[in-house]
């Protein structure tokens, strides 16, 4: 089996998810002001080491995302963060997108950059630890909206990340994100991702990536913000899994993102959807629904940082728990 194929079996393992640490600089700086904190890049780490460190974070999850400032930081301690996040057992990962920026001539859509360099940035992120790397793919739903377009542009640009990811021998986590903005019905993101999907697998496929060492981090299948309604997790459970079915059994597995979901609402979508069959694993890889709570409860205080610590364990606890359920559920 390949190195790839390995690592991404690893990262989806039973009962185990990712954290998603990789707000960029500014993403990262806007959310530590909201909390009160002054965003320098000292806060930024201590915060990072805060979430690392958690005690017991290794028994539900198997990988951090961190962006390139942290990956080129150190603990208190003077280790580097991927050394000392390997040595508690866990994969270090890298967010290696610039960002999704605007798309020219077509209004309210967004293209991801980050593919200049991208193989020799790999090479430095390998050699600085990173087992793999994420890149995220934004797509909007509005009236019009998306375009096929913005969906092409998007899954080439993923299709040739994941290429260049599994040619350095790091897993690309392929994270196509439409986004929960809007009022469209939770039938509507279901057209919509299954679109993505389809014209994301021919890209992945023209450019041979070996899907049996990704992991595929989409959004749950889910009503806008500002719809009407509200899903209950049973009905966000079946949409996503229908969805999902017209993707290929080789697949290493599934982790998907929160997407601006309250953390309890998050969880109970995806224990849910264990009681689906599936070929592949279902599991997290949230950012807010993981740490939102740990940085209100820290909020830049030294004497808090147990408590922030504790708020993270408690949603990476019910997250794992939903996921180690499946394999009751759903023996092998
Ligand atoms: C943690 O946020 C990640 C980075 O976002 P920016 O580059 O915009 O700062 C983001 O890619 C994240 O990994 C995913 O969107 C999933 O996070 P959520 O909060 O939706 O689970």
Known sequence: MSTCRQIAARM???????LAADESIATM????????????????????????????????????????????????DGRPFAEA??????????????????FTGRPGETI????DGLAERLDGYAELGAAFAKWRAVITIADRLPTRAAIRVNAHALARYAAACQQAGIV??????????????????????????GVL??????????????????????????????????QVAESTVDVLRALPT??????????GQAPERATANLAAMQ?????????????????????????????????????????VAANAAAVRRRSELQPA
């Open 250 to 259: 080789d697949l290493a597995g599934v982790a998907f993102l929160s997407g």
């Open 112 to 115: 991801t950059e980050g593919l």
């Open 275 to 315: 009681h689906l069959p599936t070929p592949w694993p279902l599991t997290f890889s949230f950012g807010r629904a993981l740490v939102d709570p740990a940085l209100a409860a820290w909020a830049g205080d030294p004497a808090r940082v147990g408590a922030g610590q504790a708020a993270l364990a408690e949603r």
């Open 85 to 102: 996040v390997l040595a508690l057992g866990i994969l270090p990962g890298i967010k290696v997108d610039t960002g999704a920026k605007p």
């Open 172 to 197: 690309p986590i392929v994270e196509p994100e439409v986004l929960m903005t809007g009022d469209h019905s939770r039938h509507r993101c279901a057209e919509v991702t299954a679109e993505v999907h």
């Open 29 to 76: 700086s806007s959310r530590l002001v909201g909390a009160g904190v002054e965003p320098t890049a000292e806060h930024r780490r201590q915060y990072r080491e805060l979430l690392a460190s958690t005690p017991g974070l290794v028994d539900g999850v198997s990988g951090i995302i961190f962006a390139d400032e942290t990956l080129h930081q150190h603990f208190s």
């Open 201 to 234: 697998l021919t890209e992945l496929a023209e450019l041979a990536v070996d899907l049996a060492g990704i992991v595929l981090k989409p959004n749950m299948v889910i009503e806008g913000v500002d719809h009407a309604e509200r899903s209950t997790p049973e």
């Open 12 to 18: 989806v393992g039973p009962g185990k998810g990712v």
